[in-house]
């Protein structure tokens, strides 16, 4: 439950969205790393919050105590601290297991693949953010997945806004769980959870529905800037301040049109310590609109300044920043795309096929496909001794191979091959 096989279609389509994104990664001047599956329990317990639960736990084998890797950050933050880096910026496309209810159709599973770009190391403020933000960008336009926003928040400004607002710091992160699901429920139910469940007062829980449902950009920031209760608060202000810079980056990047300040992004997990955002695609206005509801969130990250603390000895922290784009969701959305539109996706690179018109020519084909094989061509042929000539075509016709090198009797005795176009039948010879 929860996982997929991917045929021969759909594994060319993952190639052609993980090129588009790797790409990407390495245009921005990113290394590749990877890690084991298996982590250590202890490694990834108590990293995500009200997800932990969610973690694929290994039986004891009488040993270490194992567990599958959640996500790819925390097992980053692990080898920084554990290869004593101090700056790097990698990405890493593998996948990750989460004992989640899986929702096939929207993209959710319970073995996927995560695409992880992150910066580690102690720079000027929001200039490594500001380029993971530019990232989402790119790779959300090459896509052409349809319109896009990018929200964007503050774990700091988030918190300040609690303070304010009267909640105990020892339930921030609860609280900041619960505002995390404003973006699939309205403001009711979040207040009566706050309330109900977590034990905030009626109070508590009013103010922080004032901030929560804010969005904008610059001029909210410059109107929080001069609210009377945050900016009397040092972390809000401090994160508000930031934003401010971000968005001067943003600007000068060109992408403002697509970034929203919104004070409702909480994003669910622990060890986010700042800047926090996440993609979503709008409503696509089209005659398949019931395919494309609910796909929600495509791409999410932040800061997290203390995580690779954790795991160093001498609690050595090297700040991150990080995004994480959600491959199987735009799969899902482009699987659909391409079922709608009916266009058949080559499962091959095969450049040509190797054919022959009579019999017994089988030496001929061996020996001119292990010349294009050698020669480093794409290169097919039948495996009959002595196919008909139409086989070999229809067969080029059906798997999209694009060219057809013929060798006849004739042929051979010219010493020369015949290249046939599939598509529009003209031939040379060669």
Request: hydrophobic share 40%; net charge neutral; charged share 30%.
């Amino acid at each position: 439950q929860g996982t997929r096989d991917h045929p021969p279609a759909q594994a060319a389509l993952r190639e052609r969205l993980l090129r588009v994104v790797v790409s990407c990664f390495k245009r921005h001047g990113a290394a590749a790393i990877d890690t084991p599956v298996l982590e250590l329990r202890e490694t990834l317990m108590g990293k995500y919050g009200e997800d932990s639960k969610l973690i694929y736990e290994l039986q004891d084998q009488g040993g270490e105590l194992l567990a599958l890797r959640y996500d790819l950050t925390v097992p980053f933050a692990r080898y920084l601290a554990m290869n004593k880096v101090n700056n790097m910026k990698r990405y890493h496309v593998a996948k990750v297991y989460r004992r989640d209810n899986p929702a096939t159709t929207r993209g959710r599973y319970r073995e996927f693949y995560q695409c992880d770009f992150d910066i580690a190391g102690q720079f000027d403020p929001m200039i490594p953010d500001a380029e993971c933000l530019k990232i989402v960008h790119e790779i959300l336009s090459d896509l052409q997945l349809g319109d896009f926003v990018i929200k964007v928040n503050d774990r700091r400004i988030l918190n300040g806004v609690f303070a304010v607002c009267g909640v105990p710091e020892s339930k921030f992160v609860t609280a900041c769980s619960t505002v995390d699901k404003l973006d699939k429920v309205p403001w009711q139910e979040v207040r009566s959870e706050m309330v109900g469940e977590k034990g905030l007062s009626p109070e508590a829980a009013d103010r922080i529905g004032e901030y929560v449902q804010l969005h904008g950009g610059l001029d909210l920031i410059e109107r929080l800037l001069q609210d009377p209760k945050l900016s009397q608060n040092k972390l809000a202000k401090e994160g508000l301040g930031d934003m401010k810079l971000l968005f001067e980056y943003l600007t000068l990047f060109g992408i403002t049109g697509k970034i929203s300040f919104d004070l409702s992004l909480a994003r669910g997990l622990d060890y986010y310590t700042g800047v926090i955002f996440e993609a979503v695609l709008l409503q696509q206005e089209n005659e398949h609109v019931e395919e494309l509801v609910g796909v929600g969130s495509v791409a999410g990250g932040g800061r997290y300044d203390g995580l690779v603390g954790m795991f160093d000895p001498k609690g050595r922290k090297v700040p991150c920043v990080g995004v994480s784009i959600g491959i199987e969701r735009i799969f899902s959305i482009l699987e659909q795309r391409l079922k709608a539109s009916g266009e058949k996706l080559r499962t091959t690179e095969t450049q040509v096929l190797v054919a022959t018109p009579q019999k017994r020519l089988l030496a001929a084909r061996l020996k001119l496909i292990s010349e294009l094989w050698d020669a480093g061509i794409k290169a097919e042929m039948l495996y009959k001794k002595d196919p008909k000539l139409l086989k070999q075509l229809q067969y080029c016709e059906d798997t999209g191979i694009p060219l057809a090198a013929i060798v006849g009797e004739q042929e051979l005795a010219d010493g020369v091959v015949k290249l046939r176009d599939v598509s529009t039948r003209e031939e040379v010879r060669m």
